[in-house]
């Protein structure tokens, strides 16, 4: 059994910043791919930053420049770094972790940007 357990979030004025944190918990061996979606209210869920297996990252476009995706592979641990944040970057944030063949989620934590 997998657990994605997220923490971090909050409340926050734009140019703000914040670290997510997401633990991974479980029989894991090795990890294919984890990283962080985002939801905004009444929208669908989209990528933020990720890691793949080969450990190359991605980010959207939004977010370059400013978060920084990062991971202790020991742990089963991934981070994002957010910087100068924006209200558009106010969203319900997902941890997601590809593994043996599987997609888990954790349960999401509110990131709120005030303008």
């Known amino acids: 059994q997998v657990q994605l357990v997220e923490s971090g979030g909050g409340l926050v004025q734009a140019g703000g910043s914040l670290r997510l944190t997401c633990a991974a918990s479980g029989s894991i061996r090795r990890i294919n791919a984890m990283g962080w979606y985002r939801q905004p209210p009444g929208k669908q869920r989209d990528l933020v930053a990720t890691?793949?297996?080969?450990?190359?990252?991605n980010y959207a476009d939004s977010v370059k420049g400013r978060f920084t995706i990062s991971r202790d592979n020991a742990k089963n641990m991934v981070y994002l770094q957010m910087n100068s944040l924006k209200p558009e970057d106010t969203a319900v944030y997902y941890c997601?972790?590809?593994?043996?063949?599987?997609?888990?989620w954790g349960q999401g934590t509110q990131v709120t940007v005030s303008s």
């Open positions: 997601r972790l590809i593994y043996s063949g599987s997609i888990y």
């Open positions: 890691f793949a297996s080969t450990g190359s990252t």
